[in-house]
């Protein structure tokens, strides 16, 4: 069985949690001190790219895993990222403010960069990489805005419902998405093998300056404590099965192998991400 029949409905459900956890107070809060949500939108869609771009082409990655890096910083957090934010004791309606507003709108900016990507690669490359947007475009529109909007319905129309339909789907984002990665490291042993070295050079390079750059940018824009690991977590924290769906997609990519630098991450960015809650949590309890 191909894998998109396993990452597409993980997809949609951990878009549909999304949705039911959309609340137009948490908006009307943020919205009274817009500097965390500027500094963070600038962090998820400006920053992270760009940062990839840069280590993908310091480290010299080969044209799918260079697509692949590329494509997983284009894919912002999902629910967990709020998840991580209430644990380091952040500002939880901004975290998902900045999920629901970088979701959206990476419906228009990961075509543009990843197009701008595929030029670039096989402009260095001399292989020749197209990327269909409009059919990316269609995928990204069926398989996160409708779930997104769905979830906002339900929470809208039944609230109780939302609540409970959210603590059941909230327990099985994060196993369905290591399930997700253990099938795709069965599928593709060899290849990770053969390149762990480099792949996971790559994407903990990218989480680690990700992280910091993103912290420096927050204290530059003189938010709190709060709003920093926010934003931190928001921006290290990327949606891998969105980038999965993407590159596995027989419309799109149609790869396994540019799928391998999105698994990495998502095992990194856990691991990297839980060390720093463990760190915050340990330093809280010393104040």
């Known amino acids: 069985m191909s894998s998109i029949f396993i990452v597409i409905p993980i997809l949609v459900v951990l878009m549909f949690l999304l949705g039911t956890e959309l609340d137009r107070k948490a908006f009307i809060g943020v919205a009274k001190a817009p500097r965390g949500v500027i500094a963070g939108m600038t962090g998820q ?8 771009f840069a280590t993908a082409w310091a480290l ?13 910083s284009c894919c912002p957090g999902g629910s967990s990222s709020n998840v991580f934010t209430m644990l380091a004791k952040g500002n939880v309606a901004l975290s998902v403010t900045l999920t629901a507003l970088s979701s959206i709108i990476t419906l228009l900016t990961l075509p543009v960069i990843m197009a701008y990507t595929a030029r ?4 260095q490359s001399g292989e ?15 398989l996160l805005f409708v779930p997104i909007l769905l979830g906002v319905a339900l929470r809208k129309a039944s609230p109780g419902a939302a609540r409970k339909v959210n603590r059941v789907l909230g327990k099985c984002a994060f ?3 290591m399930t997700l990665a253990l099938v795709f490291f069965l599928q593709y042993t060899q290849e990770i093998i053969d390149n762990i ?4 050079s790559a994407t903990a390079l990218l989480i680690l300056l990700a992280m910091a750059c993103s912290s420096m940018l927050s204290r530059a824009t003189g ?22 769906a993407i590159a596995t997609s027989p419309i799109i990519f149609n790869s396994g ?24 949590r340990k330093r809280t309890e010393k104040e």
């Open 257 to 280: 192998e540019m799928a391998l630098p999105a698994i990495i991450y998502a095992l990194l960015m856990n691991i990297i991400l839980l060390l720093y809650v463990f760190v915050i």
């Open 128 to 142: 020749a990489i197209e990327l269909p947007i409009g059919k990316l475009i269609m995928q990204n529109i069926v």
């Open 197 to 200: 070295a480099i792949l996971g």
């Open 60 to 72: 010299d990655l080969s044209p799918v895993y260079f697509m692949g890096l590329m494509l997983i």
């Open 45 to 52: 869609l400006v920053l992270l790219p760009a940062i990839a």
């Open 120 to 123: 670039f690669v096989s402009m």
């Open 223 to 244: 938010n709190d404590t709060a709003v920093r690991r926010t934003i931190v977590i928001e921006v290290g924290m990327q949606n891998a099965a969105q980038a999965i």
């Open 175 to 177: 196993p369905a998405l």
